[in-house]
């Protein structure tokens, strides 16, 4: 004599019930990795307990790959039924591409305004008060360079001045405008 088929639905007894969840869930679980092995089948099962604990089962080591896997094909799946979400899609990354341009562009509008401030502030203080960055034409009208111990004229009038270094004979290093202003010093 057999059984007769079992009526489903929730059962009230706690207890009972969770027994049942116990033996059953391990039957799932035995199942899927029975399928895996013998259909080899990629296999990934969840399943949560009342009290929210997570039982979980994959037939590979990374659920995460057969998960993706499973949401680009319920995707594509959708997709090919409501063609509107695909219309959608494409307008969003259209709209994300647009958005993107406009960022770029107006970062480099910043970089160039930002540069030609600076631009702007180095020539006018280059007219008023700061040297020029090209050497002038006139020996007489450039700086001195105050190198090594050397006090500036005037700094401590009891103490005799130092005598500047000499120019070496390896004075090709320097620049022209500084042989002329440690010659005429």
Not at 150 to 171: I, Y
């Amino acid at each position: 004599m057999g059984r007769g088929p079992v009526q489903l639905r929730r059962i009230e007894n706690k207890i009972n019930r969770q027994v049942t969840f116990s033996k059953r869930r391990n039957g799932l679980l035995k199942k899927a990795h029975e399928i895996s092995v013998l259909c080899d089948a990629e296999v990934a099962l969840i399943v949560f307990s009342t009290k929210g604990k997570l039982y979980e089962y994959s037939s590979h080591s990374s659920k995460e790959g057969i998960l993706g896997r499973y949401q680009r094909y319920s995707f594509e799946e959708r997709a090919v039924l409501d063609p509107s979400i695909e219309d959608q899609n494409q307008l969003m990354f259209d709209s994300i591409s647009e958005l993107q341009k406009k960022l770029m562009e107006a970062e480099k509008e910043k970089n160039n305004a930002l540069m030609n401030a600076h631009l702007r502030e180095q020539q006018n203080g280059a007219s008023t008060s700061s040297p020029s960055l090209s050497p002038p034409m006139v020996p007489d009208s450039m700086p001195t360079l105050n190198i090594g111990p050397c006090q500036p004229r005037g700094a401590g009038e009891s103490e005799p001045e130092p005598s500047p270094a000499p120019v070496q004979a390896n004075s090709g290093n320097l620049p022209p405008w500084m042989h002329l202003t440690v010659s005429n010093r």
